[in-house]
């Protein structure tokens, strides 16, 4: 884990939330997508829901998923989101927790 700013933290979420956003506008997916303060909301088709939230205290992205609840903390030498309990990169482990969970595949490249 690095230290940063406040400010540092809030673009580097905010710009993961827009690509986010984007790929979900850009691509034809039923995949409703709503951002609420430091929250976003994947909603599916099956109904099911991902959650992605700032945790501003610890400077971490927190994903929840129906399958568990994973926290990321950006590393700086990678340029990644990575999770603190598994070392996984936070774009793969979304793609492939959206297939898992509702059965689309989709890319954020």
């Given at each position: 884990?690095?230290?940063?700013?406040?400010?540092?933290?809030?673009?580097?979420?905010?710009?993961?939330?827009?690509?986010?956003?984007?790929?979900?506008?850009?691509?034809?997916?039923?995949?409703?997508?709503?951002?609420?303060?430091?929250?976003?909301?994947l909603?599916?088709?099956?109904?099911?829901?991902?959650?992605?939230?700032?945790?501003?205290?610890?400077?971490?992205?927190?994903?929840a998923?129906?399958?568990?609840?994973?926290?990321f903390e950006?590393?700086?030498?990678?340029?990644?989101?990575?999770?603190n309990?598994?070392?996984?990169?936070?774009?793969?482990?979304l793609?492939?927790?959206?297939?898992?969970?509702?059965?689309?595949?989709?890319?954020?490249?």
């Amino acid at each position: 884990m690095i230290v940063m700013n406040d400010s540092q933290y809030h673009q580097l979420v905010d710009e993961a939330f827009e690509r986010i956003e984007q790929t979900m506008d850009s691509d034809d997916f039923d995949i409703e997508c709503d951002v609420n303060g430091g929250v976003l909301t994947l909603e599916f088709e099956n109904r099911s829901k991902m959650v992605i939230n700032k945790q501003e205290p610890l400077h971490q992205l927190w994903l929840a998923t129906k399958f568990g609840g994973y926290h990321f903390e950006w590393q700086e030498p990678a340029q990644q989101w990575i999770c603190n309990r598994s070392g996984v990169e936070f774009w793969s482990f979304l793609v492939e927790s959206i297939a898992k969970q509702s059965g689309e595949q989709l890319s954020f490249n």
